[in-house]
Structure formats: C-alpha cells, structure tokens
C-alpha cells in the first residue's frame, strides 16, 4: 500500500513538473512579444546624398533624402533605438558598378562616399529579439519611377540593372503580423528577370491540341463551332503553382490539376463546359488569374478571377474557346471582351478632313498580336484584353515596352549619345485597351473630332497596347515635339533608327496609307530586316505588308 502511494505522489509531481515546463515556454515564447508592447522601440536612419553629403538622421518612416532635385543617395545608415528589448538590424544596398555589397548591421555604412555611385536598391531584415516582434517596412522613391511598394524583412525594395538611382527612403517598424503601412505588391523590379507568364493550350474537336498561347491571346476557335475537349496551363518565370478543373460533358467536375497537367478527356467527344482556374504559393500573393470563355449561343462571357466559375452548367452548350491572363495585384481588371461581328464590307466609311473616323469601320482582329510586325490600325485591331510581356524601360518616363523593343531601345540610345551627345527619352510606352479608350474619348470631348481622328488611335487599335510603339524625345525635354527630327538626335533617328529595328510609323506625306496625320516622334519596332526594307523603299508599315 505504502508503495503504492509513493507511485500515486510520484505521478503527481511528474505531471505538476511537465505542466510547469510546458507554461515557461509558452512564456517565453510570448515574452518577446509583451515585451515589445511594453518597450519602446524606434528606427532612425540616414543618408548620403550628392552633393549635399550626409544628412542628418530621422526616423520611424520620415522621408530621407531628397525630391525634385535628381539627386542620387549614395550611402545609409540605420539603427535601433530600443528599451527593454534586445536584437539589432541588418542591411545591404546595390550600389552601381558594384552590386550587392556585404550585410552591415546597426549604423555601419552600407554603400560608398567619395565615388559618384548611386544606390539602387537595398535590402533591409531585423535580428534577435526585435525581429521577434516586430516587421520592418522600408521603400524607395527611384528614378524615373517615384515612391515604389513597401518591402518588408529583407525583400529587395528598388531596382537592379535599369541604372536608376535611389532618391528617397522611408523605413518603419509594425508589430509582427501588424497591418502593413501600404501597398506591398511591387517593391522591386529586376531588368533581367524573366516577365511573369500564362501559357495554355487546348485539346479543340477535329483539330487536336493546338500550339501553346500565352497572356490573353485566344486559345481555341471563333466561329467555327468547335468544342474544346482538353486544357493544360502553366506559368513561366514565376514561383508558385497554378491548379483549375473542367466541367465535362456527362462527367460532372473533374478533380483538379495543376502546373500543365490536363484536364478534361481526349478521344472521347466530351466537351468542356464550364472551368476555374486559381493561383497558389508565391504566384498568388503578386497576381490575380483572370480568365473568360467563349460559349455556344452565349458569346464571350465577362471575366472570372481567382477560382470563380467561368462557363455554364446545365445547359449543354460547349465552351469553344478560352483567354486566361495574369494581372498585378492591385492593378485594373481586363477590359471587357467585346463579341466581335465579321468585318461588314456594307460599313460606311466616313471620312472628315480626309482623315477616316474609326468609329466608322468595323475592324479585323488581328491573328497574332505578338509578331514584330503586325498592323494595327484603323481597320486592323488587337484584342481588348491582349497584354504583352513588358519590361521598365530605360531612359523613360516609366514606361513599359516588350523585351525585344527594350534591348534594342538600349542598343539605339547608347549610340545616339555617343553620335549627338543626346539621350533619348520614351514619354509613352505601353498603354492598355482602357487608358487608350480614356485617351480618345478625351481627345473627342476636349479637341475635337478631326484632331481626335487625325492623331489619336481608337481603342484596341493602337500600336501602344502591342508595347512595340514608342513616343520619344530627348531628356533635355521629355516632351513630345512636332520638331523632333529636326534637332540632332531626331535626325540622327530618322537616319539610323532602322538600324536597330525602329521604324518612323507616321511619316510626312502618307497620311493617306497610314490614316494618321505626321508624327515626329512615334517609332515602332518591327525588327533590323524588315525596318531596313522600309527604310530602303520608303514604305510604311501598310505598304510593306502590302
């Protein structure tokens, strides 16, 4: 019995023992947070600036640095100030010529004095106790861009390989898992990296599986009343995954799949009807996914996002065709698909000054808005929804233009300068089907007809929204001018532009080919062999294409 009773009081200690061990680590894992709730903390931080120097510190997301003034930050410092809590912070800058330099901590200097380079982006992360408790929020006011997102713990805020300069800097702490202090989507852009994509493909009745699309291009037929039987997606260039599911004709919804796997059936005439399609990992927290179907007796249906469900049930009608495009976190929704009737050759054309008014003209939507040389004009049209791959452009007014135009942008204005000792400057890059809308029915209200149709592009057919057309001046003004060819750097362009794959898209003299009155400062990249033979043969994009 005694012994009995040591066991029983043995058992009892054991368990008061373990539920007083489990109690101190619940404590201590807490301790760090109370503290921080009872402590103060602060962050002050100061920066080097041309020709100015070092500037004196400021804190807990006070602005270092400067604005309007074209000047480049060229060094920090950061440190903590902190009662009853422990841990310190670290940081890193992309210093030009240099690029990432070694971590410092808590008031080193990161970057360099005395050398005329700029900083162009930085990396900012806490440690020990104050990491515990707290995030800290940083972003940059960069060159040619402004006040970029907030970067947080690390992430790189800034850009690389653009050679913008850092101006201004704002860094702040927030209570871990706090509200963040603004938009946090895009701290940071990488010249170099791969531009984020959506490529699928569908198995189509009679015909197969057809070759990859990407982006908003139409995967599918139109007017054909053919049924898609099979779809794959996948992303490129970006981390994360991409699941979706069909509903199948006599099947019900499938299970979903992800990351190119297919979904629906092949050999057995089943036809997809209805599909969601949704974003996961790394992919969803930059991107939302919006897709929208083509349908039998219904047309094009309005865009579905992240997981709804696009199509029908119930009805039987199959789903002919499919566009499925990412788009940033915060930024518009694709425009609306418009149910595009056939070209009409009754449509009457109406024409005021000599220039054709679009609103007159049914257009053709081009085929493949994605080669280097498609028309797009009053009678040819890109796809509302279509956006291209872009990229930042250097030397622009923050301008976003295809990858290919970009390399040779860069190529073309290295040469400029080292020709006329003047640096071009893009004012307008790449523009969606919704600020081109915006643009024309301003310019009818507040110009005009004939000057609306004579020097603004309809919606959808722009050259703008291909990211292939650039307005360009020099940084001496950053506007356009009717009179930019005849400075150096404009008849240094018109000379030499088709060199490097740019054509002058509207010039003087065939208004009536190209429906546009002259344009000193609109280029278009078409690639160097097809540029040359315009160039050679005086031709415009329409005689060219014949």
């Not at 722009?462 to 150096?488: C, N, R």
Request: aromatic content about 10%; some cysteine; hydrophobic content about 35%.
């Amino acid at each position: 019995m005694q012994k009995m009773k040591e066991n029983r009081h043995f058992r009892i200690l054991a368990i008061i023992v373990s539920l007083v061990i489990i109690l101190g680590v619940l404590m201590s894992a807490n301790k760090t947070v109370y503290a921080a709730s009872k402590s103060i903390v602060s962050i002050s931080y100061q920066t080097h600036i041309q020709d100015i120097g070092w500037q004196d510190y400021v804190c807990d997301g006070t602005a270092s640095g400067t604005s309007g003034q074209s000047k480049r930050l060229e060094a920090i410092r950061i440190q903590l100030a902190s009662e009853g809590i422990g841990g310190g912070i670290e940081y890193r800058t992309h210093v030009q010529d240099i690029g990432w330099m070694d971590w410092v901590s808590d008031n080193e200097v990161s970057g360099t004095s005395g050398h005329s380079k700029r900083l162009e982006a930085i990396q900012v992360r806490l440690t020990g106790a104050a990491g515990t408790a707290y995030d800290v929020y940083y972003r940059v006011h960069v060159q040619d861009i402004g006040w970029m997102d907030w970067a947080k713990n690390g992430e790189a805020s800034g850009t690389t390989g653009y050679g913008y300069r850092l101006e201004a800097i704002e860094i702040c702490l927030v209570l871990k898992g706090g509200t963040s202090p603004g938009v946090s989507s895009w701290p940071f852009v990488d010249a170099y990296a791969p531009s984020a994509t959506v490529d699928y493909k569908a198995h189509v009745q009679n015909i197969g599986w057809q070759n990859y699309v990407s982006n908003g291009a139409l995967c599918g037929t139109s007017g054909q009343s053919k049924r898609l039987e099979a779809i794959q997606i996948k992303l490129e260039n970006i981390a994360g995954d991409i699941e979706y599911r069909t509903h199948v004709q006599d099947i019900g919804w499938m299970d979903w799949v992800s990351d190119n796997e297919v979904s629906g059936t092949s050999g057995h005439s089943k036809r997809l009807e209805a599909i969601q399609i949704r974003l996961t990992g790394a992919a969803s927290e930059k991107y939302d996914i919006y897709y929208c179907v083509h349908v039998q007796n219904r047309g094009w249906m309005d865009w579905c996002k992240n997981g709804e469900f696009a199509g029908t049930v119930g009805y039987g009608y199959r789903m002919e065709a499919i566009k499925v495009i990412l788009v940033k976190k915060g930024w518009p929704a694709p425009a609306p698909v418009e149910n595009i009737v056939s070209p009409s050759s009754n449509d009457q054309l109406v024409y005021i000054d000599g220039f054709l008014d679009p609103r007159s003209v049914t257009p053709v939507i081009v085929p493949d808005p994605t080669s280097l040389t498609t028309l797009v004009n009053k009678f040819n049209a890109v796809p509302a929804e279509y956006v291209p791959a872009l990229v930042l452009a250097l030397s622009s007014k923050g301008c976003y233009i295809r990858p290919e135009a970009a390399e040779a942008w860069n190529l073309m204005r290295t040469a400029c300068r080292t020709a006329t000792g003047s640096t071009l400057y893009i004012c307008s890059g790449y523009r969606s089907y919704t600020t081109q809308k915006s643009s024309f029915d301003d310019a009818i209200a507040t110009k005009g007809v004939v000057r609306a149709i004579s020097k603004y592009a309809y919606p959808g057919r722009s050259e703008h929204q291909l990211g292939l057309a650039l307005d360009v001046a020099t940084t001496a003004t950053k506007t356009i001018s009717g009179s930019f060819l005849t400075t150096p750097a404009g008849a240094w362009m018109a000379a030499h532009a088709h060199e490097y794959g740019f054509i002058l898209r509207y010039p003087s003299g065939k208004e009536n080919i190209t429906g546009y009155a002259f344009e000193a400062w609109h280029f278009r990249y078409v690639g160097v062999e097809p540029a040359t033979a315009m160039y050679i043969n005086g031709q415009t994009l329409e005689e060219y294409l014949g």
